[in-house]
């Protein structure tokens, strides 16, 4: 029901931002929720962030003060604002989406963060 596709991604110094972007499509779009996911190399992807159909926010602790997610329900567009990037950011990031209490059953391609130090 919604397709998603990832960009923003690239190769930063630490201190850097970075901003992702997740474009849906799909005319029901603005009732899922979207989460921003990664995966470094080795080890098991978390959950970074997730923004409601109501416009709700969480996030990891690991990100809490440095990145913001947002949404543009009338461009189908979501967002991660990366700021004071570090070296551990790096991994591959992916948006998903989901309604309800359902799994996350929609994923785009992922784009990959890499951060230098």
Do not use: H
């Not at 059953?105 to 951060?115: E, K, L």
């Amino acid at each position: 029901q919604v397709q998603l596709v990832e960009s923003g991604g690239g190769l930063v110094q630490a201190g850097d931002s970075l901003r992702l972007s997740c474009a849906a499509s799909g005319r029901t779009f603005s009732n899922y929720a979207v989460g921003w996911f990664r995966q470094a190399l080795g080890k098991e992807r978390e959950r970074v962030a997730v923004i409601s159909s109501g416009g709700m926010t969480s996030y990891a602790d690991s990100v809490k003060g440095r990145f913001i997610i947002s949404r543009d329900n009338a461009k189908n567009m979501v967002y991660l604002q990366m700021n004071s990037l570090k070296p551990e950011d790096t991994a591959s990031y992916y948006c998903a989406a989901k309604i309800g209490y359902q799994d996350w059953d929609y994923w785009g391609q992922g784009t990959q963060v890499t951060v230098s130090s």
